[in-house]
């Protein structure tokens, strides 16, 4: 079966502190996707980054990198110079291969950044 | 471009009743995903259509039934409605085959009163 794990339940840091996230998976598959999404109060589920596992240079989009390490299926998300926008659910994500439409995501980080 | 649309926002129902939420894709988008989302927990995958069928399906009951029309709009139907049905069902839009840069409605709120 196809899990994710994110051992964190809430985090916070002060504003333009760097801040990471965890997250394990276990999968049999090779050629899998993963993700970060953050869900602010808003609801709507936002795509922060994307990594391919074929992929062995780590995803980066502006402040935010992943740290993943394929070996251990740890797939960690870095944010840099936080923001108070930051603040908002993050989840991570999981497709085990291209054909197989279900993202399994784990039970999320509730991160608060402090003015 | 509009995004992914959902509607209603919020819904109560009472237990035993029928609900209909609706889904309106990203503009260019053919396929669309219905997850569940309980309080305090991740979505989970409910369905996803594409050419008007059912092409994939997570672990929920027959009483989750869907629809696609050839617009690509879709509708999640719920029938005799359970207190554990309350949650965000959130509706996820994409390319065929590109679930990996699925776009996201806001959710519908259901509760089962």
């Known amino acids: 079966a196809q899990t994710v794990t994110q051992s964190q339940p809430e985090m916070s840091v002060q504003e333009a502190e760097t801040v990471t996230l965890s997250c394990t998976y276990d999968t049999s598959e090779n050629n899998y996707y993963l993700f970060w999404y953050k869900q602010p109060p808003s609801r709507q589920m936002i795509l922060v980054i994307r990594?391919?596992?074929?992929?062995?240079q780590n995803a980066t989009e502006n402040r935010f990198s992943v740290n993943f390490q394929k070996a251990a299926k740890s797939f960690s998300l870095k944010i840099s110079d936080s923001q108070l926008g930051d603040t908002a659910m993050y989840f991570c994500?999981?497709?085990?291969?291209?054909?197989?439409?279900?993202?399994?995501f784990g039970t999320g980080t509730r991160l608060t950044i402090i003015p | 471009d509009a995004g992914v649309t959902q509607s209603p926002t919020h819904l109560i129902k009472t237990r035993g009743q029928q609900v209909t939420l609706r889904c309106s894709p990203k503009?260019?988008?053919?396929?669309v995903s219905w997850y569940q989302q309980a309080l305090g927990q991740g979505p989970q995958f409910i369905f996803q259509?594409?050419?008007?069928?059912?092409?994939q399906r997570g672990n929920f009951p027959d009483r989750f039934s869907g629809h696609q029309f050839p617009n690509y709009s879709s509708e999640l139907n719920v029938n005799a409605l359970l207190l554990g049905d309350s949650a965000l069902y959130l509706c996820?839009?994409?390319?065929?085959?590109?679930?990996?840069?699925?776009?996201f409605g806001q959710g519908t709120r259901l509760t089962v009163v």
């Open positions: 259509y594409y050419e008007e069928e059912e092409r």
């Open positions: 990594q391919e596992a074929y992929k062995q």
């Open positions: 503009s260019g988008h053919d396929t």
């Open positions: 996820a839009s994409s390319f065929n085959w590109g679930a990996s840069l699925a776009f």
């Open positions: 994500a999981f497709i085990p291969n291209f054909g197989n439409e279900k993202l399994t």
